[in-house]
C-alpha cells in the first residue's frame, strides 16, 4: 500500500529565511503528489501539484516542489518565508494504480516562522 | 479549481445524538467522493469512499454502522455520525472528484469541526 513520510513534525525557520519541508513516498508505478497547507480550524488549501511533465513544479504564495523519481521525494521550498506561512503543511499521494484516486497524507510538517 | 462546500462547518451535539454533514459539489459532478477524519494536530485519515448509487467503501477500522455515508446525487453526500460519543469529536473534511475534467485532482470542503458533549 501507498504510504506518504513527511519526516520533520516541526519546521522553526526565521523570517525571510529558505525553507524545505521533506516528503517521501513509497514506490509506485505512476503517482499524482500534492502539497496542501491548512490554517488552524480550517480545510486544506492546494499549494501545488505534480501530474505530469516537468519535474519542478510552482505553485502559489511562493512554494516550489521537485518531483524526484529516483529518490521518491517531492521536497516543497520556498526561498523566502514570511510569518504568515505559519501553518500546517501536509504532502499527500494518489497512487493512479489503484484506480480509486484517494489521496493518502503524510503525518504533516508545521512551519513556524519566527520574527 | 471547482469548489466543494460542505456544511455545517461547526456543530456541537450531546452524547447519544446523530449528527449529519454534508459536502455539495457546487460546479461539477462527483460520482466518487471521500470522508476524512482529522484529529488536533494529526493527519487526515481517510475513512470512506462514497461512490454516488452504490454503497460506501470503507477503510479498515472504520464503523460502517457508526459511519452512516450516502451519495445519492452526484453532487452531495452526507456523513451521518449515529449514537456520538465524546472519542467522535474530530474534523471531518470531505472531497470530491471532478471526473468531467480528467479526475485527476479532488477538492476539499473546508471542513466540520464536531464537538460531542
Known amino acids: 500500500a501507498q504510504s506518504v513520510t513527511q519526516l520533520d513534525s516541526q519546521v522553526p525557520v526565521f523570517e525571510e529565511a529558505p525553507v524545505e519541508l521533506r516528503c517521501n513516498y513509497s514506490s509506485s508505478v505512476s503517482v499524482y503528489l500534492f502539497w496542501y497547507v491548512q490554517y488552524p480550524n480550517q480545510g486544506l488549501q492546494l499549494l501545488l501539484k505534480y501530474l505530469s511533465g516537468s519535474t519542478l513544479v510552482k505553485g502559489i504564495n511562493g512554494f516550489e516542489a521537485e518531483f524526484n523519481k529516483s529518490q521518491t521525494s517531492f521536497h516543497l521550498r520556498k526561498p523566502s518565508v514570511h510569518i504568515s506561512d505559519t501553518a500546517e503543511y501536509f504532502c499527500a499521494v494518489s497512487d493512479l494504480a489503484s484506480g480509486t484516486y484517494k489521496y493518502i497524507f503524510g503525518t504533516g510538517t508545521r512551519l513556524k516562522v519566527l520574527a | 479549481g471547482a469548489v466543494v462546500s460542505q456544511h455545517p462547518s461547526r456543530v456541537i451535539c450531546k452524547s447519544g445524538t446523530s449528527v449529519k454533514i454534508e459536502c455539495r459539489s457546487l460546479?461539477?459532478?462527483?460520482?466518487?467522493m471521500f470522508w476524512y477524519r482529522q484529529f488536533p494536530k494529526q493527519s487526515l485519515m481517510l475513512m470512506a469512499t462514497?461512490?454516488?448509487?452504490?454503497?460506501?467503501?470503507?477503510e479498515q477500522g472504520v464503523e460502517k454502522d457508526k459511519f452512516l455515508i450516502n451519495h445519492a446525487s452526484l453532487t452531495l453526500s452526507t456523513l451521518t455520525v449515529t449514537s456520538a460519543h465524546p472519542e467522535d469529536s474530530s474534523f471531518y473534511i470531505c472531497?470530491?472528484?471532478?471526473?468531467?475534467?480528467?479526475?485527476?485532482?479532488?477538492?476539499f470542503g473546508q471542513g466540520t469541526r464536531l464537538t460531542v458533549v
Open positions: 460546479d461539477f459532478q462527483a460520482t466518487t
Open positions: 472531497s470530491a472528484r471532478d471526473v468531467g475534467a480528467g479526475g485527476t485532482e479532488a477538492f
Open positions: 462514497s461512490n454516488e448509487g452504490s454503497k460506501a467503501t470503507y
